[in-house]
Every structure is written in structure tokens, then in C-alpha cells.
């Protein structure tokens, strides 16, 4: 691979000269199935049960991805560091981003939120001491008064909304797409969502503080 300033790799990746563009985008899609295979085999502990020749051809597939994400995106370039380092970053952004929506390629919204308990990781909104008996019953009271409240205040896109980002971790574009919607409008959806459900919960007297009293302790 040929060692390239700033200006060079610029110049290469935009040149009139078809083997001279060839030759650059071959060197920069190399630099980045390297950087992104490191990222894979060494950054992702989630994959450390894949195949060496299988984290290859991911970084193979995602590198040509990231070469034309980075061609796309070559007018942006202001030289405030390497090239390579803004074109890797690019790269990882993509890897990260296509590795999530694999995660969740296959989810259904209507399995997602008919799950039975939604609040199952009680262990997790509750002290690293155990609470009384009596705290530890208020707790389960609370939570299944939350799990009410998600089904009695919200529509049912607010709910699937709701429940799909907040409990569920389902990333916000992922479940854009899956919704037919936009991140902007969806923002504004588990927003109004939320902002109803602590209305509803506070209508019950269980207020924002009093909830982080009893499971902050």
C-alpha cells in the first residue's frame, strides 16, 4: 500500500486518471478491512465465538461498505486530522451500526412487547443491599403498577415505542424503520409517551422522586 498525505489521498481518490483512483481505492479498502477486522476480533466480545475466515469476510463486506460511505462523504474531509484516522472512524461507525441492526433484523415489535412480565430484571432497579421484607414488597407492588400504567396510558404505538427503546435497548434507527417512521418522529413519540405515563403514575400518587426513593437505596 502507498503511503499518502492528506492532500495525496484527496487528490487519488478523486483523479481523472481511472488507475490512478483504482489504485487508491484499492490501498484505502485494504486500510479499512484491517482496521475493521482488529475492531471485530478484538473490540467485539460478542463475536469472539466466530471463525477467523468468517470475521474476515465481515470485514471484507463492511470495508467495501465504508469505502463508498467514505467517497460519499469525501467533500466533508476538512484535514483536522489524518486521513485514514477520519476514514477508519467512518468505517467503525458503519460496523457498529450494521452489527445492531443485524442484532435485531429478525424482531417482531408485536413479540417484543408480548412477552409476559416486561420489568423482569427487577434486580437491576433495586439496591446492592437486600431490602426489608416489607420495601421489597412495596417494590413489586410499584413495578406492577408501572407495567399497568405502560398498557392503560399509552396508545399502542406509544407502547410498542416505549417498550421497544427503553426496556428493550432496540436501537432508536432500527426501530424507525421497522415502525415506518423517522428518528425525528419517533423522538417526539416515546417523548409524549413517557410525559403520559408519568402522569398517569403520578395520578396514582407514585411521583418521580418517590420511585427513586424506594429503588435508589
Given at each position: 500500500?502507498?503511503?499518502?498525505?492528506?492532500?495525496?489521498?484527496?487528490?487519488?481518490?478523486?483523479?481523472?486518471?481511472?488507475a490512478?483512483?483504482?489504485?487508491?481505492?484499492?490501498?484505502?479498502?485494504?486500510?479499512?478491512?484491517?482496521?475493521?477486522?482488529?475492531?471485530?476480533?478484538?473490540?467485539?466480545?460478542?463475536?469472539?465465538?466466530?471463525?477467523?475466515?468468517?470475521?474476515?469476510?465481515?470485514?471484507?463486506?463492511?470495508?467495501q461498505?465504508?469505502?463508498?460511505?467514505?467517497?460519499?462523504?469525501?467533500?466533508?474531509?476538512?484535514?483536522?486530522?489524518r486521513?485514514t484516522?477520519?476514514?477508519?472512524?467512518?468505517?467503525?461507525?458503519?460496523?457498529?451500526?450494521d452489527?445492531?441492526?443485524?442484532?435485531?433484523?429478525?424482531?417482531?415489535?408485536?413479540?417484543?412487547?408480548a412477552?409476559?412480565?416486561l420489568?423482569?430484571?427487577?434486580?437491576?432497579?433495586?439496591?446492592?443491599?437486600?431490602?426489608?421484607?416489607?420495601?421489597?414488597?412495596?417494590?413489586?407492588?410499584?413495578?406492577q403498577?408501572?407495567?399497568?400504567?405502560?398498557?392503560?396510558?399509552?396508545?399502542?404505538?406509544?407502547y410498542?415505542?416505549l417498550?421497544?427503546?427503553?426496556?428493550?435497548?432496540?436501537?432508536?434507527?432500527?426501530?424507525?424503520?421497522?415502525?415506518?417512521?423517522?428518528?425525528?418522529?419517533?423522538?417526539?413519540l416515546?417523548?409524549?409517551?413517557?410525559?403520559?405515563?408519568?402522569?398517569?403514575?403520578?395520578?396514582?400518587?407514585?411521583?418521580?422522586?418517590?420511585?427513586?426513593?424506594?429503588?435508589?437505596d
Amino acid at each position: 500500500m502507498t503511503d499518502r498525505s492528506n492532500e495525496e489521498w484527496i487528490a487519488a481518490l478523486q483523479a481523472q486518471d481511472q488507475a490512478a483512483q483504482t489504485a487508491a481505492l484499492s490501498d484505502l479498502r485494504t486500510r479499512l478491512q484491517r482496521s475493521i477486522y482488529f475492531y471485530l476480533s478484538q473490540d467485539r466480545s460478542d463475536l469472539r465465538g466466530l471463525a477467523a475466515q468468517e470475521l474476515t469476510q465481515m470485514a471484507e463486506d463492511l470495508a467495501q461498505d465504508a469505502t463508498l460511505r467514505v467517497m460519499d462523504n469525501l467533500h466533508k474531509f476538512r484535514g483536522e486530522s489524518r486521513f485514514t484516522t477520519w476514514a477508519t472512524k467512518i468505517a467503525i461507525r458503519l460496523a457498529i451500526s450494521d452489527l445492531r441492526r443485524a442484532r435485531y433484523k429478525d424482531f417482531s415489535l408485536d413479540q417484543l412487547t408480548a412477552d409476559g412480565e416486561l420489568l423482569p430484571a427487577r434486580a437491576r432497579l433495586t439496591s446492592p443491599s437486600a431490602p426489608t421484607p416489607e420495601r421489597a414488597a412495596e417494590r413489586d407492588d410499584v413495578l406492577q403498577k408501572i407495567e399497568l400504567a405502560l398498557h392503560e396510558a399509552l396508545t399502542e404505538r406509544q407502547y410498542q415505542a416505549l417498550v421497544a427503546v427503553a426496556l428493550k435497548g432496540v436501537p432508536m434507527d432500527v426501530l424507525a424503520e421497522r415502525m415506518d417512521s423517522n428518528r425525528n418522529a419517533l423522538y417526539k413519540l416515546i417523548h409524549d409517551a413517557r410525559r403520559k405515563l408519568k402522569a398517569h403514575l403520578e395520578e396514582q400518587d407514585m411521583s418521580t422522586d418517590y420511585m427513586m426513593n424506594l429503588f435508589g437505596d
